[in-house]
Nanobody
Framework: QVHLVESGGGLVQPGGSLRLSCVASGFVFSGYAMSWYRQAPGKKRELVAGLRRADGDIEYGDAVKGRFTIDRDDAQNTVYLEMNLLRPEVTAVYYC??????????WGQGVQVTVSS
């Protein structure tokens, strides 16, 4: 059974940092592109960052370039999202996403990130 379990979210003040983690199980992690998406209230889900392999292509959403970093540890079946210089507009539920570049797509349950003073 596939599981993607996110953690590390919470409430942080503007300018602060958070590190999200997503631990995967139930599939061959190294064969999947891993990404983070987010969805704010009333808005569509959007890509935050994606990473094909540990040494592969990385893509960032325009709104987070230079402030967020995605990384993965295939030995730990974990993907991370380091978020710095946080602004209130990044408040959203953040979702872990796995895709084998084929028919298999998996989503985590989401973790809330709130940036507020």
């Amino acid at each position: 059974q596939v599981h993607l379990v996110e953690s590390g979210g919470g409430l942080v003040q503007p300018g602060g940092s958070l590190r999200l983690s997503c631990v995967a199980s139930g599939f061959v992690f190294s064969g999947y592109a891993m990404s983070w998406y987010r969805q704010a209230p009333g808005k569509k889900r959007e890509l935050v960052a994606g990473l094909r392999r540990a040494d592969g292509d990385i893509e960032y959403g325009d709104a987070v370039k230079g402030r967020f970093t995605i990384d993965r540890d295939d030995a730990q079946n974990t993907v991370y999202l380091e978020m710095n210089l946080l602004r209130p507009e990044v408040t959203a539920v953040y979702y872990c996403h796995a895709w084998n570049c084929g028919p298999h797509v998996y989503w985590g349950q989401g973790v809330q990130v709130t940036v507020s003073s």
